[in-house]
């Protein structure tokens, strides 16, 4: 299978299986114990029927959404994911020109290989920076400043990774943080050597956010320390109000479920959060944010930004979220799969297509603008 011949999520993966060693794909593709959250994501969307309205004269389509303060061409952006140099060597380059020839948002991980401050410089669109929670609370504070200095439009700090989750792809073939792979993991890299000329041949895995704190000299091998030594279990809500306060500008919170905590995150001044169990890849069992998504605006969606991801998949699905209230939809494996394969190519086909999805979609739905979505246009079965 060839890019041209890619029309969805499901040829995506395919070509990117293909492409990675096994475990580098199962470290995409993957969840925490069963999966039963990952597939749940998905599967939340199907249990949930549209009821189109015709005769609605729809010539033209207006995708554009504001969100968090940020105007975007579309209603959906790359969530921010840690690693891309792993998956092809154009990494965050390639996802970050892709939404910024689209006119949407994207995010650079704290455990990004590329820095933010490039990427900002190249790319006028707005960007968000995802970052955890660190013991060295000044550390926290210079890395604000250095995403403030450098022109960050968004501050997004993860919330529901104190610890990780049980991936056990990942233990099965020993690719955990730090690398440890066994004889299995080892044999399915050396099957795919295309990938390894590819990764020995360009420039070196960096993790450039965190080149200046922890000591990357052992490249990938140090990553296990930066989660076992660095991050803070006890973060609480004090601790981030004293960040949102800080930050003085957009602020949103990655990992919200409750409502409890929606309402929390409202009281101490973030304007966005997004409903997110981290793509199923760390507490197995949780519920499917859009499953849960009405019940989370109802209760703040007129004080903050509400977004959700997990399991998005089809234009269809980011069509329901908006009409069940939601400002804008994130997607992760959804560009990680069209990287994987293809680089910049890869992921510029993946949302073209998502784009035009999201188009005929609006159309048969007889709606012109996201604004007319709303939840009569939804039933549950």
Same mark, same amino acid.
């Given at each position: 299978?060839?890019?041209?011949?890619?029309?969805?999520?499901?040829?995506?993966?395919?070509?990117?299986?293909?492409?990675?060693?096994?475990?580098?794909?199962?470290?995409?593709?993957?969840?925490?114990?069963?999966?039963?959250?990952?597939?749940?994501?998905?599967?939340?969307?199907?249990?949930?029927?549209?009821?189109?309205?015709?005769?609605?004269?729809?010539e033209?389509?207006?995708?554009?959404?504001?969100?968090?303060?940020?105007?975007?061409?579309?209603?959906?952006?790359?969530?921010?994911?840690?690693?891309?140099?792993?998956?092809?060597?154009?990494?965050?380059?390639?996802?970050?020109?892709?939404?910024a020839?689209?006119?949407?948002?994207? /995010? +650079?991980? =704290?455990l *990004?290989?590329?820095?933010? @401050?490039? %990427?900002?410089?190249?790319?006028?669109?707005?960007? &968000?920076?995802?970052?955890?929670?660190?013991?060295?609370r000044?550390?926290?504070?210079?890395?604000?400043?250095?995403a403030k200095?450098a022109?960050?439009?968004?501050?997004?700090?993860?919330?529901?990774?104190?610890?990780?989750?049980?991936?056990?792809?990942?233990?099965?073939?020993?690719?955990?943080?730090?690398?440890?792979?066994?004889?299995?993991?080892?044999l399915?890299?050396?099957?795919?050597?295309?990938?390894?000329?590819?990764?020995?041949?360009?420039?070196?895995?960096?993790?450039?956010?965190?080149?200046?704190?922890?000591?990357?000299?052992? /490249? +990938?091998? =140090?990553? *296990?320390?930066?989660?076992? @030594?660095? %991050?803070d279990?006890?973060?609480?809500?004090?601790? &981030?109000?004293?960040?949102?306060?800080?930050?003085?500008?957009?602020?949103?919170?990655?990992?919200?479920?409750?409502?409890?905590?929606?309402?929390?995150?409202?009281?101490?001044?973030?304007?966005?959060?997004?409903?997110?169990?981290h793509?199923?890849r760390q507490l197995?069992?949780?519920?499917?944010?859009?499953?849960?998504?009405?019940e989370?605006?109802?209760?703040?969606?007129?004080?903050?930004?509400?977004?959700?991801?997990?399991?998005?998949?089809?234009?269809?699905?980011?069509?329901?979220?908006?009409?069940?209230?939601?400002k804008?939809?994130?997607?992760?494996?959804?560009?990680?799969?069209?990287?994987?394969?293809a680089?910049?190519?890869?992921?510029?086909?993946?949302?073209?297509?998502?784009?035009?999805?999201?188009?005929?979609?609006?159309?048969l739905?007889?709606?012109?603008?996201?604004?007319?979505?709303?939840?009569?246009?939804?039933?549950f079965?």
């Open positions: 299978m060839r890019l041209a011949h890619c029309h969805n999520f499901h040829d995506f993966r395919k070509l990117a299986k293909r492409r990675l060693p096994g475990p580098i794909f199962n470290y995409i593709d993957g969840a925490a114990d069963d999966e039963v959250t990952y597939r749940r994501n998905t599967e939340s969307f199907e249990r949930c029927d549209l009821v189109p309205n015709v005769l609605r004269g729809v033209a389509v207006d995708l554009s959404v504001t969100v968090m303060g940020q105007k975007l061409a579309l209603p959906f952006y790359c969530s921010p994911t840690a690693l891309q140099r792993l998956f092809h060597h154009q990494g965050e380059r390639a996802v970050a020109a892709a939404a020839n689209m006119g949407t948002l994207f /995010g +650079v991980s =704290s *990004g290989t590329v820095s933010l @401050e490039e %990427l900002r410089k190249k790319h006028s669109t707005p960007q &968000v920076y995802q970052f955890y929670f660190h013991k060295d000044e550390l926290n504070k210079a890395m604000m400043q250095r200095e022109g960050i439009d968004v501050m997004m700090l993860t919330v529901d990774s104190i610890t990780g989750g049980n991936r056990e792809r990942d233990l099965r073939t020993g690719f955990t943080i730090p690398f440890r792979l066994n004889l299995s993991g080892l399915q890299f050396a099957a795919k050597p295309a990938w390894g000329i590819n990764y020995m041949t360009h420039e070196k895995f960096r993790l450039p956010q965190l080149d200046e704190h922890v000591d990357m000299g052992g /490249g +990938v091998m =140090s990553i *296990g320390r930066y989660f076992t @030594e660095m %991050l279990p006890s973060m609480d809500w004090d601790d &981030v109000a004293e960040m949102v306060q800080l930050w003085d500008g957009q602020f949103c919170l990655k990992g919200v479920m409750s409502v409890e905590d929606a309402i929390r995150a409202a009281d101490i001044g973030c304007t966005g959060i997004i409903l997110s169990n793509g199923g197995d069992g949780s519920r499917s944010p859009f499953d849960h998504l009405a989370i605006v109802d209760a703040v969606g007129d004080r903050i930004d509400v977004m959700m991801d997990g399991g998005v998949q089809r234009g269809t699905h980011i069509l329901k979220a908006l009409s069940m209230g939601a804008a939809v994130g997607v992760g494996r959804y560009y990680l799969f069209p990287l994987s394969a680089g910049q190519a890869g992921v510029e086909r993946a949302l073209d297509l998502m784009k035009t999805e999201l188009e005929r979609d609006m159309r739905m007889g709606c012109r603008s996201v604004s007319e979505l709303s939840r009569d246009n939804l039933r079965r």
